[in-house]
């Protein structure tokens, strides 16, 4: 009975033993083209990202994000899902934000094959965009219809939009370029798209 058991144990521990995946022990090797080390990027770039990307067994991922020193993204993350041993990264990545300041950043494109991940660091420097003041917004309210009024640096005004209601408050939000009309009367906010 006993020769029975451990006969049983011993084909139990071979079967355990060969049915026993390989562990993947090679990571993704990274070469990157561009962007080179310190190149100089205006903050409302194209960005032309590439690099070439190997694995012994399959890529799974590849993504590029955008940091700061201190780690942290700063931009969109981009994921590519080649699902092949080799795989050529040729993107744009769009640089979208115009209150970025000037300084070092760093590109971090990583590859995983779902049980290793590689990263590259590329350090580049961004310009941040110039701002220059083109103009202002003046507002007459007649109690029930505000008037808005563009003036441009040289004090020439036209007129830009006409919003019902009394006038609380306005503001100009530069990073979502829009000029904000606040009304009592109406309780009302009205958001008005200055890109258009």
């Known amino acids: 009975m006993n020769r029975k058991i ?8 071979i079967l355990f033993f060969s049915c026993k995946k390989d562990k993947d022990e090679t990571k993704p090797t990274i070469i990157v083209t561009a962007p080179s080390y ?20 399959n890529i799974e991922r590849v993504t590029v994000s955008l940091r700061d ?6 931009l969109s993350t981009i994921t590519k899902k080649p699902n092949t041993k080799d795989y050529y990264l040729n993107i744009f990545y769009e640089m979208d934000n115009i209150h970025m300041l000037s300084g070092e950043y760093y590109f971090d494109i990583s590859a ?11 350090t580049v420097f961004v310009n941040d965009v110039v701002k220059v003041r083109e103009g202002m917004f003046v507002i007459s309210n007649s109690g029930s219809m505000s008037d808005i009024y563009y003036l441009d640096n040289t004090y020439n005004a036209s007129s830009y939009v006409s919003v019902s209601g009394d006038y609380l408050g306005a ?3 530069s990073y979502d370029q829009q000029l904000l009309h606040v009304s009592s009367i109406f309780g009302s906010l009205t958001s008005i798209n200055l890109k258009t």
Not at 41 to 57: F, G, K, L, M, Y
Not at 69 to 74: F, G, Q
């Open 6 to 13: 451990l006969y049983s144990l011993f084909i139990i521990f």
């Open 38 to 57: 310190l190149q100089q990027i205006n903050a409302v770039d194209n960005v032309q990202i590439i690099a070439t990307i190997s694995d012994d067994r």
């Open 69 to 74: 020193d201190n780690d942290i993204v700063v």
């Open 112 to 122: 995983s094959d779902g049980e290793n991940t590689t990263h590259k660091y590329i």
């Open 171 to 173: 503001a100009v939000n």
